[in-house]
């Protein structure tokens, strides 16, 4: 009876722990912890690469089959939905884009016509330093333009 009333809180507190970390398994296979409720590290949107050919491959407007009709897409400063939300984009916004991650599509944007310059050649892969913004977005409401 004495080992099962330490048993039960200890088995508690070692569940309550667990749930507040999340386990990562880093490439030199040791196991780090972070918490659960850590946020998702921002990832700049790379362009270029090719000395010869656009910096960002195709273009593409927000709203797909008029999804998002009323709504707005929420712009993330990584490609995961619990990264930090930086932008709002309405339907109809022409997007550069430049990365693809799973679902989730990196985008070069201006809300104020601006030549973001994704559209002429960019030889080294770099992350986007244009004047125009940049982020993640869920590529399931684009529609392709272009490229």
Avoid at 34 to 54: C, I, L
């Amino acid at each position: 009876m004495i080992r099962t009333a330490f048993a039960v809180p200890a088995l508690a507190l070692a569940l309550a722990a667990c749930s507040q970390e999340a386990e990562e398994v880093q490439a030199d296979g040791e196991v780090a912890t972070a918490p659960a409720d850590a946020t998702v590290a921002a990832r700049p949107v790379m362009y270029g690469g090719e000395a010869n050919m656009d910096a960002c491959g195709s273009a593409g407007t927000v709203g797909a089959l008029d999804t998002l009709e009323g709504q707005v897409l929420t712009v993330h400063s990584a490609p995961d939905a619990t990264a930090e939300e930086t932008d709002l984009l309405q339907p109809g916004q022409l997007v550069s884009i430049c990365e693809n991650e799973g679902d989730w599509v990196g985008v070069v944007y201006s809300k104020n016509a601006a030549d973001c310059g994704t559209g002429t050649p960019v030889a080294d892969r770099r992350a986007y330093d244009g004047q125009c913004q940049s982020g993640w977005i869920d590529g399931s409401y684009l529609t392709n333009q272009a490229g």
